[in-house]
């Protein structure tokens, strides 16, 4: 799939960037029902750990990796200028991203508690402002997109990522779609296969496309994505692996990557996402990209702290 050499590559990626805050093994039903402008014995309860604070968002996440793995990468992210967009920003330079959307008049924030065990409780998410796709299509440097659409995403966008896709195609350029959740029981399966049939590479979840295509496993929600048109599709399984077809390679199921202990799991399909293009950037047979995003992937859940940070200590 590469289109040039690895090094003047640049990557657009369009999807959403912010902080992310965990909070492990909270305290359950500590949001008392009668609000009070003082400390009480009632309100005041311990946290065993401190809250964790780091990288979120889709695109934010896949940009680090692809930043962190060498890649030119240009993010479409509105970020505020308040005290979590520079943190966002900062963490994001550290990375070599070039963050070109407007500055946003506030930063997407998540909180997310999880238990004892890692396993998520639950998310309050302020989604920020609102995103322009069409900046993305505008690169004149980029030969690969990433299109990453949000958790929380209204369905009237839907025709900006068409026009995205559409004006983002051509001989020499790659697109990478990830169409998440958001649009679960609002958007209608034909929408979703109007925007697959405009990129080369679609990636997402297993759950998430047997939604659109009514599979009943993996082989057959890749077959149904590959007949809406791109020519490769890649489902993540989560701890079952991962899979995928083309048009020139057969249905295949990879196995999972063992990890000494499963942690917390945010940010890993994101970097699985930033990983695989990065690995196909640089011609890795489609079974080898998928097999380097499983690794990178396994070790942001290793570490159970999200993307940041990753890439420090590569061995």
């Given at each position: 799939?590469?289109?040039?050499?690895?090094?003047?590559?640049?990557?657009a990626v369009?999807?959403?960037?912010?902080?992310?805050?965990?909070?492990?093994?909270?305290?359950?039903?500590?949001?008392?029902?009668?609000?009070?402008?003082?400390?009480?014995?009632?309100?005041?309860?311990?946290?065993?750990?401190?809250?964790?604070?780091g990288l979120g968002g889709n695109g934010g996440s896949a940009s680090y990796v692809l930043g962190k793995l060498g890649r030119r990468v240009h993010l479409n992210a509105p970020i505020g200028q308040d005290p979590a967009g520079q943190l966002v920003r900062g963490w994001l330079a550290r990375a070599g991203v070039k963050c070109t959307a407007p500055i946003g008049r506030s930063t997407m924030q998540a909180i997310t508690a999880v238990d004892a065990a890692g396993r998520r409780l639950g998310t309050l998410q302020h989604v920020g402002p609102t995103l322009d796709w069409s900046l993305?299509?505008?690169?004149?440097?980029?030969?690969?997109?990433?299109?990453s659409l949000p958790g929380q995403i209204p369905l009237e966008v839907l025709p900006q990522i068409l026009n995205l896709l559409e004006a983002f195609g051509g001989?020499?350029?790659?697109?990478?779609?990830?169409?998440?959740?958001?649009?679960?029981?609002?958007?209608?399966?034909?929408?979703?296969?109007?925007l697959w049939a405009q990129a080369e590479l679609v990636v997402g979840t297993l759950e998430e496309l047997t939604v659109w295509t009514s599979g009943h496993d993996g082989r057959e929600v890749a077959e149904r994505v590959l007949t809406a048109g791109p020519g490769t599709v890649v489902l993540k399984m989560g701890s079952d692996g991962a899979?995928?077809?083309?048009?020139?390679?057969?249905?295949?199921?990879?196995?999972?990557?063992?990890?000494?202990?499963?942690?917390?799991?945010?940010?890993?399909?994101?970097?699985?996402?930033?990983?695989?293009?990065?690995?196909?950037?640089?011609?890795?047979?489609?079974?080898?990209?998928?097999?380097?995003?499983?690794?990178?992937?396994?070790?942001?859940?290793?570490?159970g702290r999200g993307v940041l940070g990753w890439g420090e200590n590569l061995a």
């Open positions: 799939m590469s289109t040039e050499n690895p090094p003047s590559t640049v990557v369009a999807g959403s960037a912010g902080l992310d805050v965990t909070l492990r093994d909270p305290p359950r039903h500590w949001i008392g029902e009668v609000g009070r402008d003082v400390y009480t014995h009632r309100t005041l309860l311990p946290l065993r750990s401190p809250a964790e604070m993305s299509a505008r690169d004149q440097e980029a030969t690969w997109l990433l299109a001989p020499d350029r790659v697109r990478v779609l990830d169409t998440g959740l958001g649009w679960t029981g609002k958007a209608e399966p034909e929408q979703v296969r109007e899979a995928y077809r083309s048009v020139k390679e057969p249905y295949t199921h990879q196995p999972p990557v063992r990890v000494a202990s499963s942690n917390v799991s945010i940010g890993a399909g994101d970097a699985f996402n930033g990983a695989l293009i990065s690995a196909l950037i640089e011609d890795f047979p489609l079974p080898d990209a998928v097999a380097q995003a499983q690794r990178v992937a396994a070790r942001v859940v290793q570490r």
